[in-house]
């Protein structure tokens, strides 16, 4: 399913004749991603030569063509060549493949034969094929086999930013055809934004001659300037745009590969390239002073209106996606016009009004036979009745919205946003934050426990998104899409039940030679150590289990913080201690460490397991981490936010009490904070340490001052360290200053 790219590549793929015998069974060659329902390993392989009939009957001519063109090969529906065929492609009845998307492989020494309903089925069998071959390290030796398959989620999705940088048609069509490989079955294209307008709108020409370029490349660089637009023809001018007919071209494209095209038009924020370029449609007529449409304007409806009518016109697509997402709402407040639309139409308030946009809107779009899709936002004001929602701001807007009995696509930051790190950002390309690595991934479960299970059925699917602010080269999106990409497609094909991260690792073994042989820039997995302790607080003992990305790694460890050698421990295993320890752990190969290597102090400290007092809130909502447990737990935080060790304080300073449970001499503290400007997460503007004997008279004995600049824009961590002298008390409070007002995180406060 993979582009010719290479000749010789694609020469060699699937030509099959008959071989069988001398290699028996092959054990562990078929690594099929996502996994099949069913796999039944047989004995021999089916060698693979030059000259190759495929037979395909009629209804499956596409797929069959589809998949001999990239090998060289011919196809034929005439019934007196299929004896001579090779590969066939058969149409099977319901009785024989129940599901209308499934499959049925079966490749012996003298045949690869694919069963399917329909069209779709019969791209997915062959996509099975292809990876069959292409996971050999001999291409031409596949093993036989009999896989039975189908998916478990209808909406299988990947979302493609092309605003903020704008991608060709070439790649385009090579990132589809690697969706098409792992049996992704939609693309969510994010036409415009701010950044960018990438659709040739022929009633609006200056969309595209002007609104699709900016004066400065780097969106690091534009976005925080004046955000100027350009033109086209313009020596300086940074941008593109797709013409109608280029779009027509990737919607056939996707389609031959069972790939549907949904078209996102951004509305009523993230419009400020409209707006620049049709300021008569903001709510202060001027170019550069909103992002957001005026609703109280009939003009602006008109505009939406006709763009969608040409948008329609080019996207076959059920849904169209109309963003709705992080509309700023203060021009509104001011706006005689939108005012007006809210008194005119008994709103409450600006979020209603978004709302009126958003129903007006998906009236049109149901006059027209489509359906109207946006980001969670649109459940704020009331969700209009025929809606389905994308949740992208955790899982929330997605269970709320399911409950309701509306279709949702899970899409939370935490665990399907491919545009944060996936590995230490120190080893890493730029990235927007977070740590979100394969693993995470994996482990995601897009049916939420919170959603009542008759409800269950709403959830369509999950889908992987790409914001492109940090990704400006083909090289830098495929290697924040792959191998992650990899890990969702098994998470929405194969039943829950049927999936191991184990098994997966070890499959995916096989297709890192799959993405070399098609030159994909994919990241390398990390030969970073994840060290994990488990607390036994009352017998002061630790479990230890070394975790890595790495395929059974060789790893040497210590528990006095020197270094590792391979004189050290061996791991082996989980191992326990008792009391204190500093471990030391590095991957070691041919006698030297690939990495530096990863460090834990595993600290029975004071406060380890004391109580602890919120004298101000932590975000219970969206960061509890493990509670009043999080700050004393022993636990540190790892490279993400979202781990369950950092708790998250919104807005608000960290203000809290730990009962140290009788009067203790103390010598020190140290309480951790992390920095990640692009989300909003900075250090506090100071640490203040108080001590108590009574849990009411506090006095203060040291105030720290952060030394981080707040422009910092790598992922930062500091311990602010206080030296106690020698005090003596019960209670110590600590104070965090958050002089930002947006997040503050801490994983553990440390006393000794």
């Known amino acids: 399913m993979i582009m010719a790219k290479s000749g010789r590549l694609m020469a060699a793929m699937l030509m099959l004749t008959v071989a069988g015998g001398a290699n028996a069974q092959i054990s562990g060659r078929v690594n099929i991603i996502p996994k099949p329902a069913l796999v039944v390993e047989r004995g021999g392989i089916l060698r693979l030569s030059s000259n190759v009939l495929v037979y395909s009957d009629k209804s499956f001519t596409d797929a069959a063509s589809l998949f001999a063109n990239q090998a060289n090969l011919s196809v034929s529906t005439d019934k007196k060549g299929k004896a001579k065929a090779q590969v066939l492609f058969i149409e099977a009845t319901a009785r024989e493949i129940a599901d209308s998307a499934g499959y049925k492989l079966v490749v012996t020494p003298q045949l690869a034969v694919v069963y399917a309903r329909t069209k779709v089925g019969a791209l997915y069998g062959a996509s099975t094929l292809t990876q069959l071959s292409l996971t050999q390290k001999d291409m031409s030796a596949i093993p036989c086999v009999e896989i039975t398959d189908h998916p478990r989620f209808g909406y299988r999705g990947m979302h493609f930013d092309v605003s903020r940088h704008f991608f060709p048609v070439s790649f385009i069509k090579r990132f589809i055809d690697l969706m098409a490989l792992y049996k992704m079955n939609t693309f969510h294209w994010h036409l415009t ?29 534009w976005w925080p300037s004046k955000r100027r ?45 409209v707006l620049a370029t049709y300021p008569n449609l903001s709510c202060t007529g001027k170019p550069y002073e909103s992002s957001e449409f005026c609703i109280g304007n009939d003009s602006t409806f008109t505009f939406l209106q006709d763009v969608l009518t ?58 027209k036979g489509r359906r109207l899709l946006g980001w969670d936002e649109i459940l704020e004001g009331g969700l209009a009745p025929e809606a389905t929602v994308m949740s992208w701001r955790g899982e929330q807007g997605g269970i709320d919205a399911a409950n309701m009995g509306h279709d949702v696509i899970m899409t939370p930051g935490g665990y399907c946003y491919f545009d944060s790190y996936q590995a230490d950002p120190a080893t890493q390309p730029l990235a927007i934050g977070g740590f979100l690595p394969i693993k995470k991934v994996y ?9 009542d299970s008759a409800k269950a059925k709403h959830v369509l699917g999950a889908q992987a998104c790409l914001w492109t602010e940090y990704i400006p080269t083909t090289e830098h999106l495929e290697h924040m899409a792959f191998p992650r990409m990899l890990a969702l497609s098994e998470v929405v094909w194969t039943q829950r039940a049927n999936r191991s991260w184990d098994d997966f690792k070890q499959r995916l073994q096989a297709h890192y030679l799959l993405l070399q042989r098609l030159n994909v820039s994919y990241c390398r997995p990390s030969y970073k150590l994840d060290i994990v302790p488990k607390f036994d607080y009352e017998a002061k003992k630790v479990s230890v289990t070394l975790v890595s990305e790495q395929l059974n790694p060789t790893i040497y460890y210590t528990t006095d913080g020197s270094l590792p050698t391979t004189a050290s421990n061996l791991y082996k295993g989980t191992f326990e201690l008792s009391g204190s320890a500093k471990i030391c752990a590095a991957i070691i190969e041919n006698g030297e460490m690939v990495a530096k290597p990863d460090m834990l102090e595993v600290d029975f400290h004071k406060a380890i397991g004391r109580p ?35 708790q998250g304080f919104e807005g608000g300073d960290m203000d809290v009490t730990i009962d140290l449970g009788n009067a203790t001499e103390l010598n020190r503290l140290g309480a951790s904070f992390m920095q990640q400007i692009g989300p909003g997460v900075y250090m506090p503007d100071s640490v203040v340490v108080s001590l108590s004997d009574d849990g009411k008279n506090f006095r203060e004995v040291k105030t720290v001052l952060n030394d981080i600049s707040a422009t910092e824009t790598s992922l930062t961590f500091k311990t602010f360290q206080v030296d106690l002298k020698g005090e003596t008390a019960r209670y110590v409070r600590v104070f965090a200053k958050n002089g930002k007002r947006g997040f503050l995180f801490a994983d553990e406060v440390v006393i000794y």
Request: one cysteine or more.
């Open 193 to 221: 934004d701010g950044a960018g307008w990438r659709l040739e709108i022929k009633k609006y020409p200056e969309l595209t001659s002007k609104a699709a370029w900016r004066p400065l490349g780097a969106w690091t660089k």
């Open 443 to 451: 482990a995601y479960e897009p049916i939420p426990s919170m959603i």
């Open 229 to 273: 637009y350009s033109e086209e023809g313009n020596a300086n001018a940074y941008g593109g745009y797709y013409t109608q007919n280029d779009a027509r071209e990737v919607v056939d494209y996707a389609a031959k590969r069972g790939i549907t095209v949904i078209p996102e038009i951004e509305m009523p924020g993230h419009s400020e390239e």
């Open 612 to 646: 602890v007092v919120y004298n101000s809130p932590y975000s219970a909502n969206k960061y509890p981490a493990q509670k009043e447990a999080t700050l004393v737990n022993g636990y540190r935080g790892s490279l993400s936010y979202g781990d369950g060790q950092w």
């Open 310 to 367: 040409e948008v329609m016109a080019i996207f076959p697509s059920k849904y169209i996606h109309v963003g709705g997402d992080e509309a700023n709402k203060e021009h509104w407040k001011k706006c005689p016009k939108c005012q007006n639309r809210i008194k005119e139409n008994g709103l409450k308030d600006e979020l209603e009004l978004q709302s009126y946009l958003i129903r007006r809107m998906e009236t049109f779009l149901k006059s």
